[in-house]
């Protein structure tokens, strides 16, 4: 995954919660993100690659595939896989208090993880978190224009230290697969990670910045997420508590 690097303005303007756009771009303000943990070389991913691609098709659930590189061994590299995808699944793992990683993983919200080819688990999950107050609880209000996009977050004990990053990803690839478990099988992608940037962290006075529209299309990637996300004491990521979707750049 590479990570890019944006020249922001921070303002001091005052931004209302709607979002307002002049481009064709679409946003949306999902209840939960569930991030998958995938390989093209893992014969039992194709049936969790699937359901993301299901979740892709909506609004209420952010799904987002991380391709990790340690299945490239078996005579398939991964197109998409990549060193820092695999050290935020260890990263998760070291969080959640677990000794191994796994594929397909699905980690929600930050907060839990199941079998990422278990869509009534993910289901439930989601459910528990959302019920327990542990779902998007902190609105990043978002203003966007011709040339620009604006975001707010409040200052909150929700918000507080919480870092913003910015995940671009492609809503959809298909690959054909030579080599490994999957040899021969032409399987389809969605909501590939492909970069992330972390914009700034929220403190006594929120967080509130500007960036060009143009620099976002620039890198060719049809789809953005700006995730709000804790860490824990180690700084591994953890919780998850907001997140807007910018799709169609």
């Known amino acids: 995954m590479r990570k890019l690097l944006f020249s922001f303005m921070l303002t001091a303007s005052a931004m209302g919660f709607g979002l307002t756009s002049l481009s064709a771009a679409e946003i949306t303000y999902p209840k939960a993100v569930v991030e998958l943990f995938t390989s093209q070389g893992c014969y039992s991913c194709p049936p969790a690659d699937k359901i993301i691609g ?10 987002l595939s991380w391709h990790v590189d340690y299945w490239d061994y078996l005579g398939w590299k991964d197109v998409f896989g990549s060193k820092s ?10 969080a959640l ?12 919200n930050g907060r839990t993880h199941t079998v990422g080819s278990n869509k009534g688990k993910i289901k439930t999950a989601m459910g528990i978190l959302n019920s327990s107050k542990r779902g998007m609880i902190v609105p990043i ?43 021969g099988k032409t399987l389809s992608y969605h909501n590939v990670v492909h970069a992330s940037q972390a914009l700034g962290m929220v403190k006594a006075n929120g967080l509130e910045m500007e960036f060009p529209i143009a620099e976002m299309k620039r890198h060719g990637y049809d789809g953005c997420a700006l ?11 953890a919780a998850i508590v907001g997140a807007t979707v910018i799709t169609d750049l």
Do not use: C, W
């Open 227 to 237: 995730i709000l996300q804790k860490s824990d004491s180690a700084g591994n990521p």
């Open 85 to 94: 995808n695999t050290q935020r699944q260890y990263g998760y793992a070291r």
């Open 54 to 63: 299901e979740y892709s098709k909506g609004s209420e659930v952010l799904g």
């Open 97 to 108: 208090k677990e000794r191994q990683v796994y594929t397909p993983q699905a980690v929600i």
């Open 141 to 183: 209000k978002a203003t966007m224009t011709d040339t620009s996009i604006k975001i707010n977050i409040e200052n909150s004990l929700d918000a507080a230290d919480a870092t913003l990053y910015m995940v671009f990803f492609n809503k959809e690839h298909k690959v054909k697969i030579k080599r490994g478990e999957n040899g």
